[in-house]
């Protein structure tokens, strides 16, 4: 099975050089991506295997560092992340075919998008730390060059440089990690690295090196501001395959070192892990409701669910560390499957966003509007994504927040009196950023595709091709199957978690009617079949019933304006009045939001202005305070460059001496 | 080993640290170059020594080509290019030269500190030569940043690889290719040198590095 998939991301990385051989241009780019989307179908076939009960294998490859060569393995929980890959990957490929053909300069993607995938896929069954290093590196620089598809544009620049700089300095984390994993004798192979034994201290250090260096890429607070720029910059499909699969590589790469590699924690680093996740999706959250650019949205509503993930790992830490087996396997059931989800509805609506961008070349909301009934199919799938981001039964996003809603109401078993507070009050924001993403969706959907059209663009809007409608509505339906039979998925789930945690969640195939029961049934269940059949029936119902007897005849009118005659569709509510609210009671606060009002005295022909500012606090305090520092001490060595000859000698030689000097007093 | 082979030695490598001394009070460029070559002299004595003390033929190549090359080749040619650009009167010095005695003899007793601290275990010839090749090095450096004239810098940099040289022999077993690349490494250094001194002549009229300093816009 590991070499299907290996071969698989090998056949990948051949198609990227054949496209490029081929000169990568429109003529190829279905072919490509045609192709890609079948390769992908080799690592879903391994994954799925070895989730049926395949034992984990190895495979070493003759390449790499002498006398150390490249291990691959794959193991559950690497194939619950090569199955993410590859429907993703798939998913993506069938949606670029289509996409594909609307790119403006499709050389500058084309060749990079299958090895961007085939990375991916290698990250995920490297088994030594230099193969690991090597494919994340590979995987980033393919990403780097994707966001620098349409290099014209200036903020795409800037963006990429960013994204560019983040990178190295997550690579730069994570090589300190695994070189103080590996230790002095430089034991780098993965086998090594977990029988070997390391003080807490190391373990610790280890572990923050992780989060910095997979923070970094999965966009973890403070750590996130280059994903909000980067992901919308890339073309569609590729933002896509960023948000909705990449940041999962990094939640593998903490997954496996917090989890697998570093051994036993000490319990006092979870509630650090806990408060980074929800904080960091209150944050991103709430920057996603004040976003005007659909992408930037997704990407800031990416940023929300890494955060809902990484509290559910922190949570499973803090249960782990205190051998709670049972809640343990819980929690980080719930991140999985949050995981597995998140790529489902946040690719599906990247792609939706790519449909509207084809069909109306805009992506912000002010200018759009109306779509549902000029992109019916595109709206309906959207909306799906939409409930499912939302977390409203009885689509998937609610299956997985529940499940780490019932892990959080499990705290209370916790020993530790830290934890019994933390918990809760992380349970709290998580709940408070659950809100604010249904909020900021329906802002999305509202403002987007309800209503009336904001510009020529959308009211000319066409529904787009086959080839893209395929990817979503396979992507939808995953969300709809994974939401009304989530015990299918959890069961998959459970190798993985079992590998983990030494625990699992009882088989939940086994009840009937397919319900959930996590912990008891005595405590909590979820039956996703009759809240599906309840709101089925009673949205039917309702629906009849008032068109049977509220109003029996179709009538057309015009649409309610708030009371305004005005028949311009910019007196409907907007993308920045739907915000209002919320921006007044949280964002004052967290975004040092601001409003100012410009009235003209009466007689004054000029028109009023409504003006907000907004400051990202951490963008400004923490990457600017770096920059300045950068190009200060910069500004002060500048003057090494133009020095005397002698002037070089002597500090040559005053090193020397100053080095001598030093081992002098060593001794 | 016998306590005459011993002395012996020990009395050529320091001899080769008084006569590094002796370069850094030179006034003149002739002197100066007089006291290089009878630093290679002394150069190749050390390693001929060392060569019979430690019964190893190829030292002598080394010593033959320190010999001819430092002690004849290199002074004489030097001694033509001087001629030939006229400066054989001109010597500036940045500092004075008591201070740079004064820093040279800081450098011998670190070199000899380090040294006899670090190789506490090894062999006593290797100790004292090591010491000794060091100080050499780090006065040849001293050398080159204390003088102005681009020909001192050269002599600088050319008993600075002496002392590499007497490093070499002193630790046994260096293999003899590795000597003769040295040799010509140093040789070709020399002829690099030598026609980029004619270069800077050509240009600027003068062999002094702050014209070269002057050109780049600097002020001093």
Request: charged fraction near 10%.
């Amino acid at each position: 099975m590991v070499e299907l998939a290996a071969l698989s991301a090998l056949s990948l990385v051949m198609l990227s050089l054949g496209a490029v051989a081929w000169g990568g241009g429109a003529r190829i780019s279905g072919l490509v991506y045609g192709l890609s989307a079948l390769a992908c179908l080799g690592p879903g076939a391994a994954g799925i295997a070895i989730l049926g009960g395949v034992p984990p294998q190895m495979l070493t490859l003759p390449v790499g560092l002498p006398w150390i060569g490249a291990h691959l393995r794959l193991d559950a929980l690497s194939a619950v992340f090569l199955i993410l890959i590859a429907i993703g990957g798939a998913a993506a490929s069938v949606y670029a075919i289509g996409y594909g053909r609307h790119e403006s300069a499709p050389e500058r993607v084309v060749p990079f998008f299958p090895a961007f995938i085939g990375a991916m896929t290698l990250v995920v069954l490297a088994d030594d730390a230099f193969s690991f290093l090597v494919c994340w590196e590979v995987m980033s620089l393919l990403s780097w060059a994707l966001v620098l598809a349409h290099h014209r544009a200036p903020e795409v620049r800037s963006a990429a440089y960013l994204y560019l700089v983040m990178a190295a300095f997550g690579t730069m984390a994570l090589l300190l990690a695994f070189g103080l994993l590996a230790g002095g004798n430089g034991a780098y192979a993965f086998s090594a690295i977990r029988t070997a034994s390391r003080p807490d201290s190391v373990a610790v250090a280890v572990l923050a090196l992780v989060l910095v260096g997979a923070g970094s890429k999965a966009g973890l607070a403070p750590l996130h501001v280059w994903l909000p720029q980067a992901h919308p910059a890339a073309p569609s499909h590729v933002s896509a395959l960023m948000s909705g699969v990449m940041t999962k590589v990094a939640v593998y790469a903490f997954i496996r070192v917090a989890f697998d590699l570093v051994g036993p924690l000490p319990w006092w680093i979870s509630p650090a892990l806990l408060m980074l996740g929800a904080s960091t999706a209150v944050l991103g959250i709430l920057n996603a409701m004040m976003a005007d650019d659909m992408k930037r949205l997704l990407a800031y509503s990416t940023i929300e669910n890494i955060g809902v993930i990484f509290a559910a790992l922190g949570l499973a830490l803090a249960f782990r560390a205190n051998g709670m087996t049972a809640p343990a396997a819980l929690a980080l059931t719930a991140a999985l499957f949050h995981a597995f989800n998140h790529m489902t509805f946040k690719s599906l609506l990247f792609m939706g966003a790519g449909a509207v961008l084809t069909a109306t070349g805009r992506r912000d909301l002010d200018g759009l509007g109306g779509l549902i009934h000029r992109m019916p199919v595109t709206s309906v799938l959207t909306l799906i994504g939409v409930t499912a981001i939302s977390a409203l039964p009885p689509l998937n996003g609610f299956a997985s927040e529940w499940l780490l809603f019932q892990s959080i109401l499990l705290s209370p078993g916790l020993p530790q009196l830290g934890l019994q507070i933390i918990v809760p009050a992380a349970g709290g924001l998580l709940a408070l950023a659950a809100a604010l993403a249904a909020a900021a969706f329906v802002r999305l959907y509202g403002v987007g595709f309800l209503g009336r059209s904001r510009s020529d663009a959308a009211r000319d809007a066409r529904e787009v091709d086959r080839c893209m409608l395929v990817a979503m509505t396979g992507l939808g339906s995953l969300c709809v199957l994974a939401g009304i039979v989530p015990a299918f998925v959890l069961d998959a789930l459970a190798p993985a978690v079992d590998q983990l945690t030494a625990n699992r969640l009882p088989q939940q195939m086994a009840e009937p009617w397919l319900t959930l029961i996590p912990v008891a049934e005595a405590r909590s269940t979820y039956n996703p079949l009759l809240v599906f059949a309840f709101i089925a029936i009673a949205a039917s119902a309702s629906a009849l019933a008032m068109h049977r007897f509220g109003s029996r005849a179709l009538r057309r009118g015009p649409a309610w304006d708030c009371g305004f005659p005005e028949p311009s569709p910019a007196t409907q509510y907007g993308a920045a009045s739907f915000a209002q609210p919320i921006r007044r009671v949280l964002g004052s606060q967290i975004l040092r939001a601001s409003e100012t009002v410009d009235m003209p005295p009466p007689g004054d022909p000029r028109p009023a202005r409504h003006r907000v500012t907004m400051h990202d606090v951490i963008w400004e305090r923490l990457y600017l305070s770096v920059a300045r520092g950068v190009v200060y001490v910069s500004a002060r060595l500048n003057g090494l460059q133009f020095l005397t000859i002698r002037v070089y000698l002597s500090l040559v030689m005053g090193s020397l001496v100053g080095l001598l000097l030093a081992v002098a007093l060593w001794h | 080993m016998s306590g005459i082979a011993f002395d012996i030695a020990h009395l050529l490598a320091g001899g080769l640290v008084l006569v590094s001394f002796m370069m850094i009070y030179q006034d003149r460029l002739y002197a100066l170059l007089n006291v290089f070559a009878l630093h290679a002299v002394v150069l190749a004595a050390a390693v001929a020594w060392q060569a019979h003390i430690q019964a190893a033929e190829h030292l002598y190549l080394t010593a033959a080509i320190a010999l001819v090359f430092k002690a004849i080749v290199i002074p004489g040619a030097l001694h033509r290019i001087i001629r030939r650009l006229g400066i054989h009167r001109t010597v500036e010095q940045v500092v004075g030269s008591g201070l740079t005695m004064l820093a040279g003899m800081g450098l011998v007793a670190l070199s000899v500190v380090l040294m006899l601290g670090i190789t506490a275990n090894s062999d006593a010839i290797a100790r004292e030569d090591l010491a000794f090749a060091l100080s050499v090095v780090l006065l040849g450096l001293l050398m080159m940043v204390t003088r102005r004239n681009a020909v001192s810098q050269v002599v600088g940099f050319m008993s600075l690889e002496n002392g590499l040289i007497l490093a070499a022999a002193g630790a046994r077993g260096m293999p003899l290719v590795v000597e003769i690349s040295v040799a010509f490494s140093v040789l070709i250094a020399f002829i690099v040198i030598g026609i980029f001194l004619f270069r800077i002549r050509e240009r600027f009229d003068t062999v002094d590095v702050v014209a070269l300093d002057n050109f780049r816009g600097e002020r001093r």
